[in-house]
C-alpha cells in the first residue's frame, strides 16, 4: 500500500498541537495538508483519535465523503466533500484535545485513509467500528501525529 504524505503548519510530526485547537482553546481543527492520494480513490476518510485517553481509544474527528482530488483543509473547517460525525464529546466535528489534568503527555493520531469504496458506518460509529470498517477498502493512508498535555 503506498503512503499518503499528511503534514499541518500547526504544528509537526510528534510535536505538541497548539492551544488554540484544544478544547482549553478555540477549539478549532488545525490545517491540514495531504498529497500521495491515489488516482484510484473514490473518497477520502479523515480520524483523528487518540489512544492514551483513559479506558478507550477515544475519537476527536471523523469526516468520511472527503472529495479524493482535494489537496487538504483550512483551519476551522469541513474537509471539501466531507461528512462529519459525532466525535467522542458527542458533538458533531471537531473535538480538540483535553486529556484529563495530570495524566501526562496524550498522543493525537490524525490519519488520512484512501478507500477504493465508500465507508459504511452507522450513526454514531465507535473508533473500533471505523477500523472494522476501513478493512479491505484501504488503498494508501498517512499519519500525523501531535500531543497535547494539561
Known sequence: MSGIELSSTAFHD????????SGEGEDTSPP??????????????LLCEDPDAPGTTFLH???TGIDP????????????????????????????PMP?????EHRYF??????????PLRE??????V?????GRELASGTLVGTYQR
Do not use: K
Open 14 to 21: 510528534g510535536t505538541a498541537i497548539p492551544r488554540r485547537h
Open 32 to 45: 491540514l495538508a495531504w498529497s500521495g492520494v491515489p488516482r484510484e480513490a473514490t473518497e477520502l476518510v
Open 61 to 63: 474527528w471523523l469526516v
Open 69 to 96: 482530488a482535494s489537496r487538504g483543509v483550512g483551519e476551522g473547517r469541513t474537509p471539501q466533500g466531507g461528512r462529519e460525525w459525532p466525535n467522542g464529546f458527542g458533538r458533531v466535528g471537531w473535538g480538540g
Open 100 to 104: 484529563p489534568p495530570g495524566h501526562g
Open 110 to 119: 490524525f490519519r488520512l485513509y484512501a478507500l477504493s469504496e465508500p465507508l
Open 124 to 129: 454514531r460509529p465507535g473508533v473500533e467500528e
Open 131 to 135: 477500523h472494522r470498517a476501513l478493512e
